[in-house]
Nanobody, 125 residues
Framework: QVQLVESGGGSVQSGGSLRLSCAAFGHWFSRQCMGWFRQAPGKEREGVAAIDVDGSASYADSVKGRDTISQGNAKNTLYLQMNSLRPEDTATYYC???????????????????WGQGTQVTVAT
């Protein structure tokens, strides 16, 4: 069993920055695709950023140039550095992992088996 625990959410002013973290526990092995997803009230969950087993990253158009996804050296932690935050970034952010996700679908939630409980990000105007 794999557990993912997110942290780092909070409330910031528009234009501010936050760094989200995700720690993996349990039966974890390093070759996993990992990603960040978010869901705002009344909206569908969407992929924000993801990293493939080879370290290549994918980003949603809405966050390109503002967010950076990265992993810790042991590959059991995932980070999302979010800069120039906007009110429309307000959502619950979830960490996800799966050992096999096709490269073309890294930002598709149904591809992932393991999910964290989420951390809230609120961006005020």
């Amino acid at each position: 069993q794999v557990q993912l625990v997110e942290s780092g959410g909070g409330s910031v002013q528009s234009g501010g920055s936050l760094r989200l973290s995700c720690a993996a526990f349990g039966h974890w092995f390093s070759r996993q695709c990992m990603g960040w997803f978010r869901q705002a009230p009344g909206k569908e969950r969407e992929g924000v950023a993801a990293i493939d087993v080879d370290g290549s990253a994918s980003y949603a158009d809405s966050v390109k140039g503002r967010d950076t996804i990265s992993q810790g050296n042991a590959k059991n932690t995932l980070y999302l550095q979010m800069n120039s935050l906007r009110p429309e970034d307000t959502a619950t952010y979830y960490c996800a992992a799966d050992p096999q996700v096709p490269g073309w679908s890294l930002l598709r939630g149904p591809e992932y088996d393991y999910w964290g409980q989420g951390t809230q990000v609120t961006v005020a105007t």
